[in-house]
């Protein structure tokens, strides 16, 4: 048994690491965006039923990259459609929310969804809209980025 003359003396218990910072406390998230998210998710759902109920099937929601986010991607025989999800409290809110530079992120966005997704086979491709307002039935816009 060796004596207490050989004992190494115990390590702190906060080490000081140079360079190492101590984690900075999340500051707390915005209420308002937090309602907004949540309200962007509940408006994609419902586009998502919206489109299932039309007979289309649903390929992808959410789909982030680089260029941007496309709400769903959904496919119905030959068809692939990409929709932007805007809900506002007027229909002429959520149109006038999709934005020319939007359509522009949204179809870079597109191209790289077909490029990572070489198996969907397709012979149409459409950019779609579908606008919610509380207590009105979702509004589907066929090719809305056409306009």
Request: charge should be positive; hydrophobic fraction near 40%; include cysteine.
């Amino acid at each position: 048994m060796p004596n207490d003359d050989d004992a190494l003396p115990p390590l702190p218990r906060n080490p000081r690491v140079p360079g190492l910072q101590p984690k900075k406390p999340k500051p707390e998230p915005n209420p308002d965006r937090v309602a907004a998210f949540s309200r962007g998710i509940s408006a994609e759902s419902i586009a998502a039923a919206w489109l299932i109920g039309k007979g289309y099937r649903i390929l992808a929601r959410r789909f982030r990259c680089a260029a941007g986010e496309i709400d769903i991607v959904a496919g119905r025989r030959h068809t692939i459609i990409f929709v932007e999800v805007k809900a506002r409290a007027t229909f002429d809110e959520a149109a006038e929310a999709v934005t020319p530079r939007q359509r522009s992120r949204i179809a870079t966005a597109a191209e790289i969804w077909l490029a990572n997704n070489p198996k969907v086979t397709f012979t149409d491709l459409r950019f779609d809209a579908i606008l919610i307002v509380p207590g009105k039935l979702p509004k589907h816009i066929p090719g809305a980025f056409e306009t």
